[in-house]
């Protein structure tokens, strides 16, 4: 019973400052629209410049491929050009292609050269642009043959499972459920303590009848409730508003956000104890979350993680929950799939618990 007027007590000093509800509750929303469509690894709108050379109809028809695909924004179509280099090098163009007449035999009617040259700043563009021209030119002579009675020796099918329209929103809608929940959560947990120790409240409820595990658990069950909310409204979001399927269980999910919520708001509230001003508990707070998402697997694999570092993404709590969770999502995988996982993240929620509540007995008996 006392605990549970201490949980009424941190959500009535959480609902007082006014100023902080619309980041609690508002801004994820706005951030998860916002970030769904911004944060995507699909290439579209390539911004490219045609240059042909040729007179033969086969490049004629594949420019017109080029210029209706949506892959590609087809700024200007010429016979001639100055160097490309300079053209590249103001950076309105991604790439500038150019088809040229075979000077192979009797050919030159039939099969001209094609050259991409791409401003390789933005790699990954870059690359999957040049794999984008090398299709479309791929297919079109596989019509062509098809169309002349020539059939292949071999034939390339590929079956996508799980993704098969390879919507890169499928994958990242997850995670940035994943991210704002970290967050939210990181920052609000890492100022509760040292508020209590600049506003001189913690000597009232160290002198109450109130145990340090009480006032340790007191202080986080709000933070978790806030943070399981968050993460049921950001689900409805993307789900809804996205259209991104879930195929897994949501009790899975609920339960690896238990977990993980442990972990980091243990990790928070250790933030909190050592930490003098909010301003520091802030500071620290941003370290930690930047070092979480980029070691998380969010934006890239973690398979490209050099090995040297690899440790630091091996006790990530955060790389976890977005792994189990996108296997919920996207795969459909019950807890066998990802046991191993779930119990990993336990460990560390277990660790970081033990040294948190440890160093916040230490401060409570000074």
Do not use: H
Not at 316 to 333: C, Q, S, T
């Amino acid at each position: 019973m006392r605990l549970l007027y201490l949980v009424k007590k941190e959500f009535i000093e959480i609902f007082r400052q006014r100023e902080i509800l619309p980041f609690i509750f508002v801004s994820p929303i706005i951030q998860i629209v916002l970030f769904g469509y911004v944060v995507t690894t699909d290439i579209k709108n390539v911004p490219v410049e045609i240059v042909n050379y040729s007179n033969s109809a086969t490049a004629e028809r594949i420019i017109r491929r080029i210029n209706s695909s949506p892959l590609f924004n087809v700024k200007k179509i010429s016979a001639s050009e100055a160097d490309p280099k300079l053209v590249l090098k103001k950076g309105k163009l991604s790439a500038v292609i150019l088809f040229r007449d075979s000077d192979s035999g009797n050919l030159t009617s039939s099969m001209p050269e094609v050259q991409v040259l791409m401003d390789g700043v933005d790699s990954n563009t870059s690359s999957l642009a040049a794999g984008y021209v090398a299709g479309i030119i791929r297919r079109y002579f596989l019509e062509e043959l098809k169309n002349m009675g020539i059939k292949m020796p071999v034939e390339n099918r590929t079956l996508i499972r799980f993704n098969p329209e390879l919507k890169s929103i499928n994958y990242m809608g997850p995670g940035i459920v994943a991210l704002l929940l970290t967050i939210l959560s990181l920052f609000l947990t890492s100022l509760s303590i040292v508020r209590e120790k600049v506003q001189q409240t913690m000597d009232t409820l160290l002198v109450s009848r109130l145990s340090p595990v009480e006032i340790y658990i007191g202080k986080a069950m709000p933070m978790m409730l806030i943070g399981i909310f968050n993460m049921i409204v950001g689900t409805a979001v993307v789900v809804l508003w996205f259209g991104i399927p879930v195929r897994g269980n949501m009790i899975y999910m609920l339960i690896t956000a238990i977990i993980f919520l442990c972990a980091l708001l243990s990790y928070a509230l250790f933030i909190s104890t050592v930490a003098s001003t909010e301003q520091q508990a802030l500071f620290f707070s941003w370290f930690s979350m930047v070092t979480f998402i980029m070691l998380a697997g969010l934006f890239t694999p973690v398979e490209n993680i050099p090995a040297a570092v690899r440790f630091f993404s091996d006790i990530d709590p955060v790389r976890y929950l977005i792994k189990i969770i996108r296997e919920i999502f996207i795969k459909g995988n019950g807890i066998t799939y990802f046991y191993k996982d779930l119990i990993i993240l336990a460990g560390i929620a277990t660790v970081v618990l033990s040294v948190s509540l440890f160093n916040f007995r230490r401060l409570v008996r000074k």
